[in-house]
């Protein structure tokens, strides 16, 4: 039981006219605040410790007012960021409805109330971060999450820092669940609260601590110090607090906004109305890859490969180094092992080429195809190091053209980017006889990957939208889901398939 259930509790064991009067002087305290939290998990979430804070979940639970209350009353200086300029210019009103006025309003900036100074904007390109640079504040707001990519966040709250003595700084960003690929990063960075497949789960309003080691994040226990790479590193706390439209007195006693959520389209209502984050995210016009059939394949996804079935494919993304990461996706017929990263940090820059060959052989077995994308540069020299020591490769490079058809012959590809991935959409696909044989491990940033390229046909061609503009969207690059596809391309000749393999010599063990 938390401390603020605790109290309400004994608060109901009181006799009225005790509570009456506790109930009296407790408005006479608050009275001449501008905003006072709702009892729930409003109060949860004012009071909460959390470095990183999360709140969310229903539609109508009170997030906006949240992060509006708590710079105008917790903060010395506040950002407070939704992610259009547009829906940034609505925040203003927020503001003036609880403020009863506009006085040190500045709507190309913020607020300026007293000592305490309010910035409120948009991030709508992904350049946009960069406005923000080096600009402290001691409360960073991101209002619907989701909305915003990974390194916008990621970017911004590097600056959650003050110099004035006894402020608390914090990060406090507020979300439905996404309702596209584009959001999914969220699900993974609040994982333990928000994956229910998450092997140590974490209640609403619980804390956890995570800290990098090399380019991973990992969770810890506490705060530290810890002793990392040679050095003392502290940890930072991090939760997420739920809230329901049942918490928000204003609008439980608006019965419409309710009947308007409960007619919402299955999926919305699911995010919207239910709080799912699990929930299927909306396809979006002329999709690629079906979001429900991915997540048909996790469904049938176990935890080890199917007896006797050897190692057929092993996608590979290769990585210069640096910030990014290498990544290895092994298949067995149409199981996925789980995705193997190795941070960039740990690939010595002198002979990228060789360590990474060395990474995929330490991965490899049964003689499985290696294929390599050759697209982003990096993948050269691990190529032609499998090559000279006589492993089986195959060089993967999006922009080349297509000799292929779709199944049924109607229609060809643009280029060999669109090949695969529509052939990795037919082997999804559970009309098929038999039903597809794909089973894919839970990760939510190779869903977002799979699920974001859009396509058109053009001339008789499908066109799948290409990778740049793609990861413009999603804000970092779609390294997981392209070492899948990859991984389901060991196509040698038009008649390869997902089927069961011809052990041959393949079944000897690296």
């Known amino acids: 039981m938390g401390a603020l259930d605790e109290y309400i509790q004994r608060l109901g064991a009181l006799p009225p006219k005790e509570a009456e009067q506790l109930a009296a002087d407790a408005l006479a305290q608050v009275k001449d605040l501008v905003w006072i939290p709702n009892p729930g998990p409003q109060t949860e979430a004012y009071f909460s410790e959390a470095d990183e804070l999360l ?49 040190g309003c500045n709507r190309a900036k913020g607020w300026r109330i ?22 402290p504040h001691d409360l960073k707001c991101f209002d619907e999450l989701v909305d915003f990519t990974q390194s916008q966040y990621e970017f911004i709250i590097a600056w959650n820092r003050t110099t004035e003595p006894g402020q608390r700084c914090r990060v406090v960003a507020t979300t439905n669940p996404p309702t596209s690929p584009e959001g999914m990063w969220v699900v993974k960075r609040w994982a333990a609260w928000l994956d229910p497949k998450h092997p140590n789960p974490a209640k609403s309003g619980e804390l956890r601590w995570y800290t990098t080691i090399g380019e991973a994040e990992v969770e810890v226990d506490g705060p ?41 389209p299955k999926e919305l209502r699911e995010a919207y109305r239910e709080g799912k984050f699990d ?30 079935v050897p190692m057929c494919a092993i996608g590979v993304d290769a990585s210069g180094g640096g910030d990014d990461p290498m990544i290895i996706a092994p298949r067995y017929d149409g199981w996925f092992a789980p995705i193997i990263e190795i ?71 643009k280029n060999k980017r669109t090949e695969v991935i529509w052939l990795f959409r037919e082997a999804l696909d559970p009309s098929q006889p038999g039903g597809s044989p794909i089973m894919l491990p839970a990760d939510s940033m190779m869903m977002a990957d799979l699920c974001t390229p859009t396509f058109k046909i053009e001339s008789g061609q499908i066109v799948v939208e ?3 503009d793609v990861c413009k969207r999603l804000g970092r690059s779609t390294d997981r889901g392209d070492a899948v596809v990859m991984a389901a391309d060991d196509l040698i000749g038009d008649e390869a398939d997902l089927g069961p393999v011809d052990l041959g010599d393949r079944s000897e063990e690296h």
């Open 279 to 308: 929930a299927s995210l909306r396809d979006q016009p002329f999709q690629a890859i079906p979001t429900e059939w991915i997540r048909m394949a996790q469904g049938r996804w176990e935890d080890h490969s199917p007896n006797g």
């Open 224 to 264: 530290g110090p810890h002793w990392i790479d040679g050095r003392d590193v502290m940890a930072r706390s991090r939760t997420f607090i739920r809230a329901r439209l049942d918490d928000n007195p204003d609008l439980t006693r608006t019965p419409d906004y309710a009947a308007r959520l409960d007619a919402l």
């Open 55 to 103: 709140y969310g979940g229903e539609a109508g639970g009170g997030k906006t007012a949240l992060v509006v209350g708590l710079s105008l009353t917790a903060h010395t200086r506040s950002l407070v960021l939704r992610r259009t300029n547009k829906e940034g210019e609505k925040l203003f009103d927020d503001y003036a409805k609880i403020l009863g006025h506009e006085n």
């Open 114 to 135: 007293g000592n305490k100074i309010i910035d409120i904007g948009g991030c709508e390109q992904e350049k946009d971060k960069q406005k923000r640079k080096g600009i």
């Open 466 to 468: 290409s990778k740049e």
């Open 343 to 413: 941070p960039g940090k740990d690939i010595p820059a002198d002979r990228p080429g060789k360590y990474a060959a060395g990474m995929v052989l330490s991965y490899r077995r049964d003689r499985a195809i290696v294929v390599v994308d050759m697209g982003g540069g990096y993948g050269g020299p691990t190529f032609e190091q499998l090559k000279e020591n006589s492993i089986e490769c195959v060089s993967h490079k999006g922009s080349e053209g297509s000799v292929r058809r779709t199944a049924d012959g109607q229609l060809k590809f």
